[in-house]
């Protein structure tokens, strides 16, 4: 199986533009979709990307998501930064075998 | 409307069993995977296992294999994540979740077990 990597934390001023990185760790970043799911302190997380750029209803278009094969990592992207935004975020695939991998996880905070 | 609800807190002593639920509605039972997800505290996600109340095809994480048990009754469209001895270090907030195409769309409130003698 595959390991998903993420940067433990990041930090950035509201208005501004952050990206938590993913990495996989082997097989192709572009074989299986990522999803990003937001977890706000004390509630169950939520999706605000899936099939690796995909946004649900609701979730505003602040976010964006994408891939890269040369660095065999997906990232999310936040625009605009609102301290709403503060939150952990998880990048998530899955394998052949429909096993789901889910990155370590990255604490944003916007101060 | 689709809804997961899982069944209340847990408190309980080491060696223990526990069987918790999660009742899906507004959607068709039988024809999504179920997954668990488990978040001990103050750590990130980890997957558990999923199975398809369909025909009840259950896949373990090799980390939770053998030592949880994953079912699901069609009949009441509820999933189950069942221990036989429950350690201290299963302490932790257990999330119900629906596949779909590999993604979870829906999530589950979350049942925190604690594991204490």
């Known amino acids: 199986n595959f390991m998903l990597t993420q940067p433990h934390s990041v930090s950035e001023s509201p208005g501004k533009t952050v990206t938590i990185s993913c990495t996989r760790s082997s097989g192709s970043i572009a074989s299986n979709y990522v999803q990003w799911y937001q977890q706000r302190p004390g509630s169950s997380p939520t999706t605000v990307i899936y099939e690796d750029n995909q946004r649900p209803s609701g979730v505003p278009d602040r976010f964006s998501g994408s891939i890269d094969s040369s660095s065999n990592s997906a990232s999310l992207t936040i625009s605009g930064l609102k301290t709403e935004d503060e939150a952990d975020y998880y990048c998530q695939s899955y394998d052949s075998s429909n096993s789901w991998v889910f990155g370590g996880g990255t604490k944003l905070t916007v101060l | 409307e689709v809804q997961l609800v899982q069944s209340g807190a847990e408190v309980k002593k080491p060696g223990e069993s526990l069987k918790i639920s999660c009742k899906g509605s507004?959607?068709?039972?039988?024809?999504?995977?179920i997954g668990w997800v488990r978040q001990m505290p103050g750590k990130g996600l980890e997957w558990m296992g999923i199975i398809y109340p369909g025909d009840s095809d259950t896949r373990y994480s090799p980390s939770f294999q053998g030592q949880v048990t994953i079912s699901a009754d069609k009949s009441i469209s509820t999933a189950y994540l069942q221990w036989s001895s429950l350690k201290a270090s299963d302490t932790a907030m257990y999330y119900c979740v629906r596949n779909y195409d590999g993604r979870i769309d829906y999530w589950g409130q979350g049942t925190l077990v604690t594991v204490s003698s």
């Open positions: 507004g959607y068709s039972f039988t024809s999504y995977w």
